[in-house]
């Protein structure tokens, strides 16, 4: 009996145990089901939804007649699911060999065999977010969505796009390092206008929800919470796209000829300081140059001859000289304390005027003038180029100014001969755009205005801020003084070192230097070898200046250094081009004159009022197939042209071969298509072919071509 009640007591117990183990796991369910459940979707929310940034378009840089200089290109990373869960065996063993051969057939970089055993293998892997193709193009894209399998979907077929875009600049390296770049990295370089308005380009980040899915992929979902991304503002530069251009390629021609380490060409407008076109080139390591660094504004140097104008102009504001006195530079040497001073004048000039020791650059004669009579007045001569602006940073709207290097009387590095080597351009450093500033000032009156790369920022094609001209210093000097200073800038081309530069039909003012630079760690000598800078700064046309223009080569050798040789070319060159393309600048020339008859010239088709307006000025009449057509496609007869009616139907892809850049783009932009632009020119290809409906942001490739 005690046996007995022995296992019916265990048996009880076992009983009761279970009895609260049932019991606490009921209760645990109720508490967990009614109590936590709250916060127990929340954690499992947390683990299988998340806030996903959507990356708004980033802006347009454009240059100053709209074209593009920078513009952000989509590409796609094409993924794909082929694991037994989605896509039947059956459909996989009957499709396989044919998918395979047309992703050979459209990317060419595999054999149909290689792309079927990736595809078995991901599926065999059961990898449901294969990389298929890191960066494909909208026509790669468009063929794929047509391959056996990927045609049947996203749902059914597989086929996972991820868009993303990548920075483009159709142009080249055309003014490169001004428009800049953002480097990938954490601490990576901020460049140029891409770098300086990045906040503006990038635009404002969205958010979308999105849900992990079984296969781990992430899924966007429907919610009322999600914010729209904001597209970034386009930039619009200053920069004339033909000038540039036309400064690059001269100043490469003239690198190539001289083997020079690198060189600068800047022109600006006098009056409103607008940046019209910067060319940096330096040699990279292969001996080719490139816009590798933005010497223009990066780079400070000695200036040399170039700095003689701020000299004279503060010995003329004090009223110590005329340009008509007298000024004896002997035998073109002359001595400052321990130090020789020379002319490259073999013999020396003897006794000239100041107007003349200034177009010959008679090293002897500024230094004789500066040293008799601001010695034991170094500050006061100092003072002067304080008050020209070339102390101070010009405050671009592009990082990377170096500092200006002005010697001041009394500090460390100031000796007995500083203030003579300054009048001739040595012991002062200058970027080329900080000397530009000051030749413009020249040019403008004694108006000192902050030198101008960005004009605007517009969102969808609508002004949003513009930027106007600001004046850093309203007068450097005297108006009597700013007289002086141009009448010997316009006598160095006249009849100084820069006659080469004189031209009958455009008058130029300016100044040629030639300055022996210092070699890092070597000093200003290497070996029995000594490098030099030649520059020409100035302005055109000198009787009522448009345009003020820099030239810096740096270290040319082959024994051609001098600054007439090697930088005068290349002003001239930049000068003449715009002078023949701006109406503006040779009115004088054309006025009065009676208008010779004019052959049809080779037009092409745009908007139907500026062909009519071209037509009329040029005095060749016209018949119009059709009177109420806006874009017309001009037919050349024999002495008139006829213009027909062209179609263009809102929301589909425009047809733009044989427009113009201008045409084209406004077309483009219409339909909602971001156009590419590749070459100048008219158009001769298009990447979209017309009449297929327009996809909004899609990348609208144009190729251009001269005739």
């Not at 302005?539 to 005068?568: H, T």
């Amino acid at each position: 009996m005690s046996v007995k009640k022995d296992i019916l007591w265990r048996f009880g117990v076992v009983y009761v145990g279970i009895l609260l183990l049932g019991l606490g796991i009921v209760a645990r369910i109720i508490y967990l089901q009614f109590v936590e459940v709250g916060e127990l979707t929340k954690k499992a929310q947390q683990l299988s939804i998340k806030n996903m940034e959507i990356i708004p378009n980033r802006g347009n840089i454009l240059a100053c007649d709209g074209r593009l200089l920078a513009t952000s290109v989509p590409y796609y990373e094409i993924r794909v699911d082929l694991s037994p869960a989605l896509i039947p065996s059956s459909l996989f063993r009957e499709s396989i060999d044919s998918l395979a051969l047309r992703l050979s057939e459209i990317f060419r970089d595999k054999s149909p065999q290689a792309y079927k055993a990736e595809l078995m293998k991901a599926r065999r892997e059961n990898n449901r977010y294969y990389l298929l193709k890191r960066k494909a193009d909208f026509e790669q894209l468009r063929q794929l969505k047509t391959c056996p399998i990927f045609r049947l979907g996203k749902n059914r077929g597989g086929l996972i796009v991820i868009q993303t875009g990548v920075r483009f600049m159709p142009h080249g390296d055309l003014a490169a390092r001004t428009i800049g770049y953002l480097s990938q990295s954490e601490n990576g370089n901020v460049v140029g206008i891409e770098g300086s308005f990045d906040s503006e380009l990038a635009g404002v980040k969205g958010l979308k929800v999105m849900q992990r899915v079984p296969g781990g992929i992430w899924m966007p979902i429907n919610d009322e919470n999600e914010v729209e991304p904001k597209d970034g503002y386009d930039v619009v530069t200053t920069i004339d796209l033909n000038i540039q251009d036309v400064a690059q390629e001269a100043l490469r021609r003239q690198l190539e000829m001289h083997n020079a380490q690198h060189g600068v060409a800047i022109l600006m407008e006098v009056q409103t300081g607008e940046i019209k076109a910067i060319a940096n080139l330096g040699r990279d390591e292969y001996g080719r140059y490139r816009e590798i660094f933005n010497y223009a504004i990066g780079e400070s140097t000695e200036p040399g001859s170039t700095i003689k104008l701020a000299s004279y102009m503060a010995a003329l504001e004090d009223g110590y000289i005329d340009v008509n006195d007298s000024i004896d530079t002997g035998n073109g040497k002359w001595k400052v304390y321990d130090k020789e001073i020379t002319d490259s004048h073999k013999g020396g000039l003897g006794k000239i005027t100041v107007k003349e020791a200034f177009a010959y650059s008679s090293n002897v004669a500024v230094s004789k003038i500066i040293m008799k009579y601001y010695k034991g007045k170094e500050i006061q001569f100092v003072k002067h180029f304080y008050d020209f602006g070339l102390n101070r940073k010009l405050g671009l709207q592009i990082q990377g100014e170096a500092e200006p290097l002005v010697k001041y009387p009394g500090t460390k590095y100031w000796s007995g001969i500083s203030m003579a080597m300054m009048s001739f351009g040595y012991e002062i450093k200058l970027t080329p755009l900080q000397l530009l500033a000051f030749y413009n000032a020249v040019a403008n009156n004694g108006r000192l205005v902050r030198p101008l790369f960005v004009k605007e920022l517009r969102f969808n094609g609508r002004t949003i801020k513009k930027f106007e001209t600001e004046v850093i210093i309203p007068s450097i000097c005297s108006m009597s003084t700013i007289r002086k200073a141009r009448e010997m800038l316009e006598a160095v081309v006249k009849f100084g070192t820069a006659k080469n530069l004189d031209d009958s039909l455009l008058q130029i003012a300016g100044k040629t230097g030639t300055a022996q630079i210092a070699i890092k760690n070597l000093g200003y000598r290497k070996g029995s070898s000594i490098s030099y800078q030649a520059s020409f700064v100035g302005y055109f046309p000198a009787n009522n200046p448009k345009y003020s223009c820099i030239v810096v080569v740096n270290a040319p050798s082959n024994d051609v250094y001098y600054g007439n040789l090697v930088a005068g070319p290349i002003f001239k060159e930049i000068a003449q081009k715009v002078y023949a393309t701006s109406f503006e600048l040779h009115n004088e020339v054309i006025k009065g004159k009676r208008r010779l008859k004019t052959s049809v010239p080779d037009m092409t088709d745009g908007f139907v009022t500026d062909l009519e307006k071209t037509l009329k000025e040029l005095g060749i009449s016209y018949d119009k197939t059709d009177d109420k057509a806006l874009w017309v496609s001009p037919k050349k007869q024999e002495s008139d042209v006829v213009l027909d009616k062209r179609l263009v139907i809102d929301n589909l892809v425009p047809n733009v071969v044989g427009m113009g850049a201008k045409d084209a783009v406004y077309l483009s932009e219409k339909a909602g298509l971001r156009p590419v632009l590749i070459g100048f020119g008219k158009v001769v290809r298009q990447s979209i072919q017309p009449g297929v409906k327009a996809r909004k942001g899609d990348a609208f490739v144009l190729t251009l071509q001269a005739d």
